[in-house]
Structures are given as structure tokens and as C-alpha cells.
């Protein structure tokens, strides 16, 4: 059967063409990219492993070996860092993202975060082998000892890890879990703030209005915030309008796209030098293999950036259909018919036919012998035909009776 598109559905078809060009062609024009938004927070990479500890036995995971990661940022300073995740294995040269405990996909209930920061304010290495001994009162501890029990700790609130007293790791290793665990259980530490970020990642709207509702969160006084978008865009304070050049923790932004402007994309970003501090969650990159979550036991000053992105549409034109709704293509009158509809029968509806003509389904008797509707010059055409062979079988009726009779004589 031969199907012929609508004129009208092909002529949509390159207007849809045409304005994704025009589309793509601005955002190479003014150096915008459709790649995800950078990371919040700072980023670094596993370089391998700090001070090592005892092995620890446990009621719930076997045996442990425990030990402090080290953690190298992008600016070269390294950070030691503890496990938060005793049931994925560390896997070498990882790269990392700092981000909140809420965020975490692997594996651990993650239940008690304070806990756990409580637990890296109060052992080592932010508190030295020797004060955390007398704190704890425990004579001869070692730094093995220190970072084993402090490392049994940790899992305790972030994997529901249980010690198993009076194992091999030995009764100092014990005394320091234990010392520990009361001190979490008695004081409840919030989560220190991200040093920077800025949330949600990406925003959609459209042109003439403020998209977006971006939370600028922040250990520092203070952000610079760049706009990269073509002229006429603004950065502006949610709930006052006014545009911006700087954020301050807790700031909500949005970008203001003028009225008219085509579809596209633009983004903005800050960059600050700021502290990550004691507590920070590290986890494993997006899109790599997975790697056990670290959290930060001491903190460095870094330069951090954070970034986030808007799209808008333009309002105008026509709407693609959506994923499984594509129309079907509708069969024209009659392939004589000119592209613009003109026709000798003068101006007619929708494909030719007369307005409020019944319009037969597209393709509703294919499996019938069904094709074309037939309608116009075509019909004429049909009934011409049939004329024609009425009468070429008269004629052979009748020369046929002729040379019969001839024949008979």
C-alpha cells in the first residue's frame, strides 16, 4: 500500500528541524554546554593509607582490618579519613565527592550521623593518643589501638557494627569502643556544614519568567556568584528580585530569562577558598565502580566551586508529540493534489475535502485491500474507465455476433 504524509505534517516536521538547529547553533554561539553541573563541595582522590590499626573482631561483620585513608584534594592537601561503610571494600586511585549523609546511595543504615561526628571530635587523631588515654582512662594506649577503636566506633553508629569484647584486638581496643559509644550516646553533633554547595543541580522554565529556586549553602562569610548566559539574563535574589553578584549561606537564587528569548540553557557557579571540615562525607564519583564512603577525621582549607544550570522554552512554535504518541501520518486526498492544497474544486479544508465531510480513518482496511480514499479527479478518472470498458465489451459483442453471421451464410 502506498502511504503519502500530509503536507502539513511534513512542513511541521522540518519547522522542528529548524528550530533544534537554531537552538544548538545558539548555545555553540554563546559557549553554553549541556554537560551536568559541576560537583558540589570539594573533590579529591584515595592516595592510599594513613596510619594502620589492630584488626577488630565484631559479632556482625567477622573480622576487620581497620586503618585511616588518605584523602588527596585537587589542590594537593590530603585529608585522613575514616570508613562509613564496612560492607564495600575501598578500591584504589577512587575519585571523590564531598556530600551530605541524606545523599549517600551505598550500602549502611547511616541512621546517626551526629553520632558519628561526635565520635571523630572526641578520639583521634583530632584529639592526640596521650589525651584521648587520659580521657578515657586507659593506660599504655597506642596509636594501633586508637584508630582501631575509634574505627569500631564509627561503625557502630553508621553500620550498626557490635564489637566483639574481649576478642584478639585486645582490652585497650575494647575500653576506647566503649568510652566512645557513651560519650555519642550523651551528645548528639550536627552534621558539619557543606563547605559549599548549591541545590538542586539544574532548574526548567520558561522565557520571561525566574527560574529556579537554587540554596547557596556555605562554610564561608560569603560566595561570588558568576552568570555564564547571553546579555539581558540576570542572577537575582528570589524573594526580593534584585540581582546578584554573591551568596551567603542559606541565599535561594534563580536566573531571570528575558520575555522572547529563544530556547537554551545558561548556568552559574562560585568558587571560594574554604575549610572542609572534621566530619565531611566523601563518597565514590557517579558513573565509576563502587568504593566504600569516607568521612573526614581532620580538615585543610581548599578552593571549592559548585555550579548549577537552567533550560527554558520559548513558548512559541509547536510541540513535538511526546515518546509513544507519534501521529500517524495522515494519507493525502490524492497524489495530484498540490502541497498547498490548491486544487480546481477551489478551496477546501483539511487535505482537500470538503469542511465537514466525514474523513475515513488512515489505514483503517489495509488488511481489506484498503488505500487512498478516493475522492475529486481521481473518482471521475474511475468512472471513465469503467465507460471505456462497457464499451470496448459492447464492440466485441457485436463484431463477434457479425462474424457469426457471416459465417452461418
Known sequence: MITTVHPHTA??????????????????????????ALADGATGKYVGNGPGGISVETKTHGKITTNLFKLQL?????????????????????????????????????????????VLQSSYPTVDVATLAGEAGIEGLTEE??????????????????????????????????????????SDTPEPEA??????????????????????????????LV?????????????????????ANGDK???????????????FSGTITATVEVGRLFRGVDGQPATQTLITADSSDTEISASAKVSWASGGGETPPEDGDDEEPTPSPSPS???????????????????????PAPGGDEDKGGGLPVTGGALYGLIGAAVAAVGGGAAAIYFGRKRKASTEV
Open 195 to 224: 563547605s559549599l554547595s548549591i541545590t538542586p543541580e539544574a532548574a526548567e522554565g520558561a522565557a520571561g519568567e525566574t527560574i529556579g529556586e537554587f540554596t547557596v549553602q556555605t562554610s564561608a562569610d560569603s560566595v561570588p
Open 11 to 36: 512542513r511541521r516536521g522540518r519547522r522542528l528541524v529548524a528550530a533544534t538547529a537554531v537552538t544548538a547553533a545558539a548555545a555553540l554561539a554563546f559557549g553554553l554546554s549541556s554537560a551536568p
Open 337 to 359: 493534489t498540490p502541497e498547498d492544497g490548491g486544487s480546481d474544486d477551489g478551496d477546501k479544508g483539511d487535505g482537500g475535502k470538503d469542511e465537514g465531510e466525514e474523513k
Open 227 to 247: 552568570l555564564d548566559a547571553p546579555e539581558g539574563f540576570e542572577l537575582v535574589d528570589v524573594e526580593s528580585g534584585e540581582p546578584v553578584e554573591a551568596a
Open 74 to 118: 585537587d589542590d594537593g592537601a590530603t585529608l585522613q579519613t575514616y570508613c562509613i561503610d564496612a560492607e564495600t571494600a575501598i578500591r584504589s586511585g577512587a575519585d571523590y565527592r564531598e556530600d551530605a549523609w541524606d545523599t549517600y546511595p551505598g550500602k549502611g543504615d547511616f541512621a546517626q550521623p551526629g553520632k558519628v561526628h561526635t
Open 253 to 267: 537564587v534563580g536566573v531571570k530569562v528575558p520575555e522572547g528569548a529563544e530556547d537554551g540553557e545558561a548556568s
Open 145 to 186: 589501638e586508637a584508630v582501631a577503636g575509634t574505627q569500631a566506633a564509627v561503625w557502630h553508629f553508621s553500620n550498626g557494627t557490635e564489637l566483639t569484647e574481649g576478642g584478639k584486638h585486645g582490652a585497650n581496643v575494647d575500653a576506647l569502643y566503649a568510652h566512645l559509644l557513651e560519650k555519642a550516646e550523651q
